[in-house]
Each structure stands twice: as C-alpha cells, then as structure tokens.
C-alpha cells in the first residue's frame, strides 16, 4: 500500500506539472510551435485541437491520484494501528503529496518551453488513463458552456483585429 502512495505521489505530481507548463507556455507560443514539422508541432496542434478535454483529463488524473494517496494511507494505517492513525496518515500523506506537486508544478511552469510539449508527447499513456474519469467533468463542462455562453468580449476564441 506504501508503494501504491508513492506511485499516485509521482503520477498526481505529473499531471500537475504537465498541466502547469502548458498553461504557462500560453496559447500564442503554441500556435507558432504548431508551424514547425516536428515531434513538438504535432503535440503543440494536438494539444490546440483538444485543449478542454486534456486540461480535463490532466484534472481528473489528479484527483484520482490525490484520492489514491489518501485512501492508501489511510487504510495501511488503520490496518496496521487504529482508526484514528488512519485518519492523521490520510492527512499527512495528503499535504506530503500537496508539497511534491506543487513542487513539480513550480519547476514544470519555470521551464515551460523544453518541458511543457516534450511532457505532452510521453505522459499520453497518462492522460489516456485518465480519460474515463474526464468525461463526465467535459460533460457538466459542455452544458455550463451552453447554459452561461461567454460573451464575445470575454472569450478568446472570438476576438477580432478590431479588438486588438
């Protein structure tokens, strides 16, 4: 179960840090990576064509992780001790994993430009992984876009050379 809280540490630190290094790459270097006829240009346009369920998937990694994390450490603890050392593993083990992602998170968003594509491109199995517990967060995600639709002004996506 130890080794299971370990694993889910590194793994929840990789989602978190793919997903930092992404957003501070930012969407216009981005697009000028896509140009290229590269490893990195594929992963650039792949990651510009499915931006919403990746970040997803990158989110729903990390609560699985998280989750993992903290029902493994309780339950080794209260197998081995008491209930209530279950619940003080739980919460150690949680802030232990807090301080490793943000960890890899801050050194992930500090070099951007030679992690951020190359992690893309090698983490994929991950991000598959995560794939089933992302589709009801691109769901709710897809109703709220219809529901509360972003006016022109606010959305990105719909900015014209007048706007800039």
């Known amino acids: 179960m130890l080794l299971g809280v370990g694993l889910c540490t590194v793994l929840g630190a990789l989602f978190s840090a793919l997903e930092a290094a992404l957003v501070a790459l930012g969407d216009a270097r981005l697009r000028g990576l896509r140009d290229g006829e590269n490893a990195d240009a594929a992963a650039a346009s792949r990651y510009l064509d499915q931006e919403v369920l990746i970040h997803a998937r990158l989110l729903s990694g990390r609560i699985v992780c998280a ?36 960890a890899a998170t801050t050194f992930a968003r500090r070099h ?51 706007d800039v």
């Open 67 to 102: 989750a993992g994390v903290a029902v493994l450490a309780w339950r080794w603890a209260s197998v081995n001790f008491s209930e209530l050392s279950g619940l003080g593993a739980a919460l150690s083990v949680t802030l232990f994993y807090a301080v490793i992602a943000e």
């Open 112 to 162: 951007a430009g030679g992690v951020a594509l190359p992690m893309l491109r090698r983490l994929r199995f991950l991000e598959l992984a995560a794939a089933p517990f992302a589709v009801p967060l691109v769901w709710v995600g897809g109703v709220v876009d219809r529901l509360f639709p972003p006016r022109p002004e606010q959305d990105p996506e719909h900015i014209t050379e007048e």
